[in-house]
């Protein structure tokens, strides 16, 4: 993990702001687009959502499939059941 040297305050509510160079460095540039939170130990960690495949956890080719999040080569995989 590398560290940025840049420090935000809580503000009351809870909410902090990602620096703009941040956002830049990361592709996020759309009011909607949107950040899983994870933790670890007495960390916090953000990363950009991409849907990804609940079998192989393949970020490409995603598809809706009864709720759920499956990519092409899986789903092939399936049909041959």
């Known amino acids: 993990m ?3 040297g840049i ?12 620096p703009m160079e941040i ?5 996020i540039t759309e009011r909607n687009d949107a950040l899983e939170i ?12 991409a849907p990804d495949c609940v079998f ?11 709720g759920k999040n499956v990519c092409a080569k899986c789903k ?3 049909e041959s059941l």
């Not at 420090?7 to 990602?18: C, E």
């Not at 956002?23 to 592709?27: A, F, P, T, V």
């Open 76 to 78: 092939k995989e399936m």
């Open 23 to 27: 956002r830049k460095q990361l592709g």
């Open 38 to 49: 994870y933790t670890e130990g007495d960390k916090i960690i953000l990363k950009k959502y």
């Open 7 to 18: 420090v935000r305050p809580l503000d009351a509510v809870g909410r902090i702001v990602l």
């Open 56 to 66: 192989c956890g393949s970020e490409k080719n995603i598809m809706q499939f009864k």
């Open 2 to 4: 590398k560290s940025t």
